[in-house]
C-alpha cells in the first residue's frame, strides 16, 4: 500500500468509530455464513471467507461460468439516489443476470468492495446499534442471494474515496450445454423475456424526484431499475429444454446488445418494431436503447415451439436473424415505412459526448 | 446507468480520439487471445472473452480455488509514482499468490478495470502508434500472465474518475489438498520463503526520489516492490509433498497475517526476531510490518524434513506455533530480552490514523 501506515494496534470497534477491516470483515462472514446455511448452492462450496481463496466443487459433467461485473459510484449508481440496498441488490443482480443468460445455476458470488469510510460509519441514528451504509448495502444484496440460492463465498475489502463494487459469480452448468451468444443462425426467431424500456422509464422519472427513490422497495418486485429480477429460471428452462440457438442478457439496451450477439454469431438481425414488449410507460426509443432491463435476449429455430411464458414471465417474438452482408449494419428496425438500420445507442463506455 | 448517454453510434475509434468500450475491448481480447495460445492453462478455458461468462472445465477430481483482489488508486498504488506495467503486474501478482497460498495451478484471470478516460487516450508521443496508459497496464499483466501460464478469460470494462483493478484468479487444486490457514498445530514450526521487507524498503526509497520508479523494469525480477513475484512453485511443490500444516501468503505484513493465521488455527505463536530473513536494506520493523512481499508464511510440523530452498528461493525457519491461550495475545516476538507480544502493525483498511 501507498499511503502512510497505523502506528500500533488497536481493540474492537466501538460504536461511531471506523471498525477496521477484520471487524468489518467478520461481521460480513457471519451474515455470509448465516446466509449460506439457508441457500441450495452450499454444497459446492467447500470452503468460504476467511482464507487466501475459496474452494468449490463441481458435480461430475459440470463446467464452471464465471462473470465479473463492476458497479462505481456516479457511473452506475449514485449515493445521493440510490438507497443503500437498491446498490447491492443491482451488483448481485448484474452477475446473476449473466449466469442466466448462459442457461447457469449459480454456485457462490464474490465481491470486491471498496468503499469511503464514512459509508462504514453509522449515521445520526437514534437507535442503539443504528444500521450503516454497508449494512443497508448487504441487506439488499444478501436478500437477493437467499432469493437465489448463492451464497457470498468471497472477495475483497478496501477504503476507497470512490464506492466501487466488483461482483464475481460463479455458476454451473452441463458441460456443452451452456447457452452461448455466437449460435444464432439466418431464419432464427427473435426473442426477449418480460418487457422492454422500464428500467429506462423508472430512472428517468426518479431523476425527475430522486425522493422517489427512497420509498420502492426491494420486496415489491415492481422496481425495475432499482430492483431488476435477473431472470435465472428462464435462462435454466431455455438451457434444458434446448430450445434456444443463442443467449445474451439485456444490460446496455437493445439496439446495442442485439448487434453485439449478431457480431459473435456472424449474422444480422430485423427487428419489428410493432412486436416490442414495452414496460408501461416507455417509448419504443426507452425499449431499443434504454438498457439494464436484464431480460434476457435469445434466439429460437423457426421450428421451436415455444410457451408464451416461461416460469411466469411472457416472453415475446420481435424479428429475424438474418445472413450478414458486407458493409450493411448488423441490425435493422422495421416499422410501417419499412426497414432502417438500428445505430446502437445503448450503453457504451468511453464513447463520445458525455 | 446514471449518467447520460451519447446521441447516436460512433464508427471505429481514431487515433488520439477515446477508443470506445468496443473497440479497447477488443483490443483487450485481441491481446488475451494472442497471450492465450502460449499459456500452459488453456485447456481448462473452454470460452474466454466475448460471451456473457467464461467457461472453465475442471479435470476430474479437482476443486477450483477462487480469490478477488481489488486494487485502487491512491491506495494501493499511485499514477505519478508508479509505471503502468508495474500497476498491472501488481494487481495480478496479488491474486496469483493468493493461489500460491492454497498451493493451487492458475487457470484463469477475470479483470474489472476502471479508468480515467485520459488513460485510454495517447498521450503526446511522436510515435505513429503511441501506446497508451492501458497498454502498458496490459503489457505489465499479460507478461506476467504469460509467465505463470494463466489466461485472461474475462472481466468488465468502465469508465471511472478513479483507476481501478479488481483481478481475480481461479486456480485448481486436487480435492481435499489445498493448504490452508486452519491447519497449524502446537509445536509446528513457522516458515517463510524468500526474504521479508524488500517491498516495504523499496517503496520508502522510491518514495524518497519518485523517478525512480520509471527505471525499474518487470524483467530484472529484483523490484520486490514494484514487480513482486508470486511463490507458485513453491506453493505447488509445498502442497505436492504434503510438508505444510498450514499456509498464507504475506500481503499485510508479517505481524498480521501470522495473527490471522493463529486466529483460523486457533492457536498462538512466538516469532525469534533473530531468524527473520531480512532483505537488503530493511530493518526488523519493515520485515515484521512492512507488507507486501507476498512471500509464503507457512508451518509443518517439527518432524517434517523441510530443503533450504524450494524451486530456488530459500525457505528460513523463524518460529515455532503455541497453543492458544484465553486472553493472551495470538503472537509474541522473542527477542534477547525474552518473548513480548507482538501487535498486528501490517496494513489494515478502515483502521485509525490515516
Redesign the interface.
Known sequence: ??????????GPALQK??????V?LNAIRARAQAGAHSTKGLSRV??GI?????????H?GE????????S?E?????LD?HPPESVGHRALARGLS??A??G?RPV?A?????LP?EL?EASGSCRPWPRTWVDRFFDGLLALAAQHGVPL??????????A?A?I????S?P?GQ?L???GARPGDRIYVTGSLGGAAAE?AALGQSPQRFASATQASKTAPHLYPQPRLAQGLWLRKHQKASAA??LSDGLSTDLA?LCA?SGVAAEVDRAALPLAAGTTAAMAL?G??DYELLFTAPQSAKLPKSIAGVKITAIGRILPASPRKPRVFLRTEKGAEPL????????????
Chains 1, 2 share one sequence.
Do not use: I, Y
Request: proline letters at 5%; charged letters at 25%.
Open positions: 500500500m501507498v499511503q502512510s501506515r497505523k502506528s500500533g494496534g488497536r468509530q471506523p471498525p477496521g477491516e477484520s468489518l467447500r470452503l476467511g482464507d487466501d481463496c475459496a474452494l468449490l466443487r463441481l461430475p463446467e464452471l461460468a464465471v462473470t465479473t461485473d463492476l462505481l456516479g457511473r452506475h449508481f449514485r439516489w449473466d449466469l443468460a448462459m447457469a457462490a464474490f465481491l470486491s468492495l471498496g469510510r462504514t463465498a468471497g472477495g475483497d475489502l478496501a477504503e476507497s474515496p470512490l466501487v466488483d464475481v459469480l460463479a455458476g452448468v458441460r451452456a452461448l451468444r455466437s430512472l445474451m442478457d453485439r459473435e436503447h438498457g439494464e445505430q446502437p445507442q445503448g450503453w457504451e463506455h468511453f464513447s463520445g459526448g458525455n
